[in-house]
């Protein structure tokens, strides 16, 4: 009898085993000019919430590489005691569509909280993009990857703070933009901005994102220009550009910056040698200049805000009516690319389930809390992009012709 009771308690404390939670990992490469909203969408899908860098502790919304970890049960995501890991690496958007597509082995944070970062190695589960894959280095197969719009991203040609001749310039032209992207040189007379026949012994260089990047692939696309492009390296030390010698980043996507984050520290260097203008996403321009955008300049005699004039602070109200509406072409749609479920069942080392993954994008591309479209409604007046039940016009590529 004893022993029967003995037999029956041990299998009931057997069963009463606590299950152990499971934490689920989620990968995402790609744009580092969307990493701003990224970052902040992603971060409103945690109930609870831990975040780290790559050594100071937090993550914030600028950093290029960052994991969130916690429990998401409010958003569906994880139940009980589950948690999901967000680790992110923004490389540029064509290297996350590469990456992805090429099951690529990129180097994550696996946590970066208390500022002790530890590292994993693993394949993307999505990419963001600026751009839709097809004029890029990699097309997708759209047999197995989907390509989904979630936003708009606005880009911007801003001016350098070095003192002189460049800080007359307001305005870039489609035809000087084809010019800065087809000389020989990589770089054009002043006179050619000015109209001024004294300003023609000192040069003008364009500063360049690597091939790696949707913004190049946008810019490129605008002019709609075919054919090589000269690459110009800053040296800070000797105040002035001279023609890229080397990568910046990885060999396959040749010579250029790999972040929007680089161009912008080149741009604000205020130094005599340094004429050149640049371009950036909407974000990353807020940093250059003395003042919030600054140093922004007009595409084709249009600004993408509204009530905006050139070297002062922007308005307190980052009203995007010029895009929206047509007037303002320099933009691209920004997009989400993942693989399909056939396309899914080869990434061995992905944890999270195809219905997983599935429900995390519909989060982020939704409009409830945790969407893009939410944390750009909600981000206030100074926002950097634009929800797409905004637009007004619409384009069939990137860089194709606008229409109502």
Same mark, same amino acid.
């Given at each position: 009898m004893k022993k029967?009771?003995?037999? *029956?308690? =041990?299998l !009931?404390?057997? $069963?009463a085993?606590?299950v152990?939670?499971?934490?689920?990992d989620?990968?995402?490469?790609g @744009?580092?000019?969307?990493?701003?909203?990224?970052?902040?969408?992603c971060?409103?899908l945690?109930d609870?919430i831990?975040t780290g860098?790559n050594?100071?502790?937090?993550?914030?919304s600028s950093d290029s590489?960052?994991?969130?970890?916690?429990?998401?049960?409010?958003?569906?995501?994880?139940?009980g005691?589950d948690?999901?890991?967000i680790?992110a690496?923004w490389?540029?958007?064509?290297?996350g569509?590469?990456a992805?597509?090429n099951?690529?082995?990129?180097v994550?944070?696996? *946590?970066g =909280?208390? !500022?002790?970062? $530890?590292?994993?190695?693993?394949?993307?589960?999505l990419?963001?993009s600026d751009?839709?894959s @097809?004029p890029?280095?990699d097309?997708l197969?759209?047999g197995?990857?989907?390509?989904?719009?979630?936003?708009?991203q606005p880009f911007?040609?801003?001016?350098?703070?070095?003192?002189?001749g460049?800080?007359?310039i307001?305005n870039v032209?489609?035809q000087q933009?084809?010019?800065?992207l087809g000389?020989s040189g990589?770089s054009a007379?002043?006179?050619?901005?000015?109209g001024?026949q004294n300003?023609h012994?000192?040069n003008?260089?364009l500063?360049h994102?690597s091939l790696?990047?949707?913004t190049?692939?946008t810019?490129?696309?605008?002019?709609?220009?075919?054919g090589s492009i000269?690459v110009?390296?800053?040296?800070?030390?000797?105040?002035a550009?001279?023609?890229?010698?080397?990568n910046?980043?990885p060999?396959?996507?040749?010579?250029g910056?790999?972040?929007?984050g680089?161009?912008?520290?080149?741009?604000?260097?205020?130094?005599p040698g340094n004429?050149?203008?640049?371009y950036?996403?909407f974000?990353?321009?807020?940093?250059?200049?003395p003042?919030n955008?600054?140093?922004m300049?007009?595409?084709?005699?249009q600004y993408?805000i509204l009530n905006y004039?050139?070297?002062?602070?922007?308005?307190?109200?980052?009203?995007?009516?010029?895009?929206?509406?047509g007037?303002?072409s320099?933009?691209a749609?920004e997009i989400?690319a993942s693989p399909?479920t056939g396309?899914?069942?080869t990434?061995t080392?992905q944890?999270?389930?195809?219905?997983?993954?599935?429900?995390?994008?519909?989060?982020?591309?939704g409009?409830?809390?945790g969407?893009?479209d939410?944390?750009?409604?909600n981000?206030?007046s100074?926002?950097?992009?634009?929800?797409?039940?905004?637009?007004?016009v619409s384009?069939?590529?990137?860089g194709g012709?606008?229409?109502?």
């Open positions: 029967t009771m003995f037999l *029956s308690l =041990a !009931g404390l057997a $069963t085993a606590p152990m939670a499971v934490n689920y989620l990968y995402i490469s @744009s580092t000019a969307f990493r701003v909203n990224a970052h902040d969408a971060g409103k945690f609870t831990q860098n050594g100071t502790g937090a993550a914030a590489r960052w994991t969130m970890t916690g429990t998401c049960v409010n958003s569906g995501l994880t139940s005691s948690t999901l890991t680790h690496l490389t540029g958007s064509v290297q569509l590469s992805m597509l099951k690529d082995q990129l994550f944070l696996a *946590s =909280a208390n !500022g002790n970062p $530890t590292l994993v190695t693993n394949s993307s589960s990419a963001f751009v839709f @097809s890029t280095l097309p197969p759209s197995s990857f989907t390509e989904t719009k979630v936003a708009v911007v040609f801003v001016r350098s703070k070095g003192p002189g460049v800080q007359s307001n032209t489609w933009l084809n010019t800065l000389a990589g007379p002043l006179s050619y901005f000015t001024n300003d012994g000192t003008i260089y500063v994102r790696d990047s949707g190049r692939v810019t490129v696309q605008e002019a709609q220009y075919v000269l110009n390296y800053y040296d800070s030390v000797g105040d550009y001279s023609p890229a010698t080397t910046m980043g060999a396959a996507f040749g010579p910056y790999v972040g929007g680089d161009v912008k520290t080149v741009l604000n260097f205020a130094n004429q050149a203008i640049g950036l996403s974000a990353d321009a807020k940093g250059v200049g003042a955008w600054a140093n300049l007009a595409f084709n005699g993408p004039t050139n070297g002062i602070t922007a308005p307190t109200t980052n009203d995007f009516q010029p895009v929206y509406t007037k303002y320099f933009w749609f989400i399909k396309q899914w069942g990434y080392d944890n999270l389930s195809f219905s997983q993954l599935t429900a995390i994008i519909n989060k982020l591309k409009t409830g809390v969407s893009i939410n944390e750009i409604a981000s206030g100074a926002r950097t992009a634009i929800r797409l039940s905004e637009m007004q384009r069939p590529a990137v012709v606008i229409s109502p």
